[in-house]
C-alpha cells in the first residue's frame, strides 16, 4: 500500500521504522508537528519523526493544523491508500479522514478501551496496573473510540517508569502496526468494534497532578513518581522551593516517620507517608543536576524535623 506516515516524537520512530523496513509498503510521505523551539537558545528544531524521514528522503508535511487546505491538498495529491499514526499531536478533522481509502490507523499505546486519550502509559502506572499493551484501531472523530485491529501486550514492570515502560511499547508497537498494515492490505484482519465496557480516560499529565502528596499510602507516591517519570516529573517542595523526584524505593518495614518527615542517615534519605516510608534515590533541586539523594542531603544539611512538602 502507498502510506503517509504521521507522527511527531522519539516514542513514533520504531513504527516509521519498522514500515520502511517492511518491504511491503511505500511510505510516500510523513506528516509531523512544526519545528518547535528547544533548549536554552530556544532554536527551532524540527521533530524526531521529521528528521529520521528527512534522512530516509522521505517527503515531510509540516501543517500548522491538518485541516490547512495546502495540506488536505498535498494529501489528496498524494493519494494514499492508508494512513498509519503515532503520537502525532493534533486532531484529524473529518476532510482529512476522508482522503485515504482504508482510512487512518493510530496505534495507541493501551488496551482500548482502557485508558483513551494522550498519556495512557502514565495513567496505567499511576493506577497500579500489572498488565498493558498497545492496540491498533480506525480513527474515528472520538477520542480513541474506533474499532480494534489488533493488540500486543506488555507485563509492568514493579520498578517501570514511564519512560521505561513506553520503550518497550514503542518496539512492540511498531511490530504490530507493520503488521496490521499487512492484513489491512491482503484482507485479513477486521476492524472489531470496542466494548463498551472498561472505558477509561486517561487526559494529559499536568504539573499539579504530579505533585506528591505525602499523606498517601507509600504505593501511591512510588506510582506518581514512576507515572511522572521523566515527564511532567513528580515533585514536592523543600524549603520553599520545587524538589523534583526522580527515583524513590519501598521501606515497608520503616513505619516510624510521619507523612513528608525526613530521616537522614550516612548514605540514606527516608520520607515518611501515610503507611510506611520510603527512601529517596534520586532528586533535582531547582537549577541543578539530577543527583543521589544523600549527596543532595549532605549538601542542604537537612536539619532535625525538617519535612517535605511544607
Request: charged fraction near 20%; glycine fraction near 10%; hydrophobic fraction near 45%.
Amino acid at each position: 500500500m502507498k502510506l503517509v506516515f504521521a507522527g511527531t516524537p522519539e516514542v513514533a520512530v520504531p513504527a516509521l521504522d519498522a514500515l520502511l523496513a517492511s518491504g511491503r509498503h511505500e511510505v510516500a510521505a510523513v506528516v509531523t508537528r512544526p519545528d518547535a523551539p528547544a533548549g536554552r537558545g530556544r532554536r527551532m528544531v524540527a521533530s524526531p519523526v521529521a528528521e529520521r524521514a528527512q534522512e530516509a528522503g522521505i517527503e515531510v508535511l509540516k501543517p500548522a493544523k491538518p485541516r490547512d487546505p495546502d495540506f488536505l491538498e498535498r494529501l489528496r495529491q498524494i493519494a494514499p491508500d492508508c494512513c498509519p499514526v503515532v503520537a502525532y499531536g493534533a486532531l484529524l478533522p473529518r476532510v482529512a479522514l476522508d482522503v485515504p481509502a482504508r482510512g487512518w490507523v493510530n496505534l495507541h499505546f493501551s488496551l482500548l478501551p482502557a485508558w483513551r486519550g494522550a498519556a495512557p502509559v502514565q495513567h496505567s502506572i499511576m493506577s497500579g496496573d500489572e498488565i498493558t499493551g498497545a492496540s491498533t484501531f480506525l480513527i474515528e472523530e472520538g477520542l480513541d473510540s474506533g474499532p480494534v485491529y489488533g493488540t500486543v501486550t506488555e507485563e509492568i514492570r514493579p520498578t517501570d517508569t514511564s519512560g521505561d515502560l513506553l520503550t518497550r511499547l514503542a518496539f512492540a508497537g511498531a511490530g504490530l502496526l507493520a503488521a496490521t498494515m499487512d492484513g489491512i492490505e491482503d484482507g485479513t484482519l477486521t476492524a472489531v468494534p470496542q466494548p463498551a465496557d472498561g472505558v477509561t480516560v486517561a487526559p494529559k499529565i499536568s504539573v499539579e497532578d504530579a505533585h506528591v502528596d505525602w499523606a498517601a499510602p507509600a504505593l501511591r507516591v512510588d506510582r506518581v513518581v514512576r507515572g511522572c517519570t521523566p515527564a511532567p516529573g513528580a515533585w514536592t517542595v523543600f524549603r520553599g522551593e520545587r524538589l523534583k523526584l526522580i527515583q524513590v524505593t519501598l521501606t515497608p518495614d520503616r513505619k516510624d516517620l510521619a507523612p513528608g518527615h525526613l530521616a537522614v542517615g550516612k548514605n540514606t534519605v527516608h520520607v515518611g507517608t501515610g503507611s510506611h516510608a520510603v527512601e529517596l534515590l534520586w532528586v533535582q533541586a531547582q537549577g541543578k543536576k539530577p543527583m543521589r539523594a544523600a549527596d543532595w542531603a549532605r549538601g542542604v544539611r537537612i536539619a532535625d524535623a525538617e519535612v517535605l512538602g511544607s
